[in-house]
C-alpha cells in the first residue's frame, strides 16, 4: 500500500500559538484531505484539496497541496484548546477512489 | 457522522467466533469503505465498494469479508476473530469521482477479541 509520512507525531503547543504540521509521500496524489479526530468519534473533515499548488482556508486552519504532488501542508493559526486532538492527512493516488491515511499528529494546546 | 450509522457501536468476542459489523447510510453515495484504527497505524483500509456487489480489497483484507448487497449497506464479516483483529473499525462513505471526493465517517465500531 502507500506509505504517508505525517510529522510531526505529536506538538505540545501554549495556546495562541501557531502549528505546522506536514504530510509526505513516495508517489504522487491527485487528492488531499485533512481531517481531526477527537477521543472516541470518527474523523471530520477539515479542508479538501484537489489541485497542486492549491491552499485553502478553513477559518484559522489552512492547507496546502504541494507542487510536487506528494506533499500537504496543514496550519492553525492562534490555537485554541479545543484544537486539541489528532490531526490526519490522507492521499488519493486515483487508483480507485482509494484514500491513505498518515499515522496522525496528536496535538495538545496548555492554556 | 450524519448519513452514516454503525452497528455494533462496541462488541466483545472470543476468539474463532464470526463477527459482523454493519454499515448504514442514508447519502445514497456510491463508495462505501471500511477501515480499521490502530495505535501508530493511523487507519488502514481494509476493503471498499463502489457499487452494488462491487467490492475490492484494501492494504489489510486478510481475515476479513464484505458485502454490499443494496446501496445503503455495507457489511463487514470477520469470519473467525483473531486477537489480532482487536481495533476500531470505521466505515466511511464518499460520493466518487475526481476533483470532489471526500470520505466522511461512521462514529466508529470497538471491537474486542478475547
Known amino acids: 500500500g502507500q506509505q504517508l509520512n505525517q510529522s510531526p507525531q505529536s506538538m505540545f503547543i501554549q495556546e495562541g500559538e501557531d502549528v505546522s504540521m506536514n504530510c509526505t509521500s513516495s508517489?504522487?496524489?491527485?487528492?488531499w484531505l485533512w481531517y481531526k479526530q477527537d477521543p472516541g468519534e470518527g474523523p471530520v473533515l477539515l479542508i479538501a484539496l484537489y489541485k497542486a499548488g492549491e491552499l485553502t482556508s478553513n477559518g484559522r486552519l489552512t492547507a496546502q497541496f504541494g507542487i510536487t504532488r506528494k506533499d500537504s501542508f496543514l496550519n492553525i493559526s492562534a490555537s485554541i484548546p479545543s484544537d486539541v486532538g489528532i490531526y490526519f492527512c490522507?492521499?488519493?493516488?486515483?487508483?480507485?477512489?482509494?484514500?491513505?491515511f498518515g499515522t496522525g499528529t496528536s496535538l495538545t494546546v496548555i492554556p | 457522522d450524519a448519513g452514516i450509522t454503525q452497528s455494533p457501536r462496541h462488541k466483545v468476542t472470543e476468539t474463532g467466533t464470526p463477527v459482523t459489523l454493519r454499515c448504514h447510510q442514508t447519502?445514497?453515495?456510491?463508495?462505501m469503505y471500511w477501515y480499521r484504527q490502530d495505535p501508530g497505524h493511523g487507519l488502514r483500509l481494509i476493503h471498499y465498494s463502489y457499487g452494488v456487489k462491487d467490492t475490492d480489497k484494501g492494504e489489510v483484507s486478510d481475515g476479513y469479508s464484505v458485502s454490499r448487497s443494496k446501496t445503503e449497506d455495507f457489511l463487514l464479516t470477520l469470519e473467525s476473530a483473531t486477537s489480532s483483529q482487536t481495533s476500531v473499525y470505521f466505515c466511511?462513505?464518499?460520493?466518487?469521482?475526481?476533483?470532489?471526493?471526500?470520505?466522511?465517517f461512521g462514529a466508529g465500531s470497538r471491537l474486542t477479541v478475547l
Open positions: 490522507a492521499g488519493d493516488p486515483n487508483t480507485g477512489n482509494q484514500f491513505y
Open positions: 447519502e445514497n453515495h456510491r463508495y
Open positions: 466511511a462513505i464518499g460520493a466518487g469521482g475526481s476533483g470532489a471526493n471526500v470520505l466522511t
Open positions: 508517489s504522487i496524489f491527485n487528492t
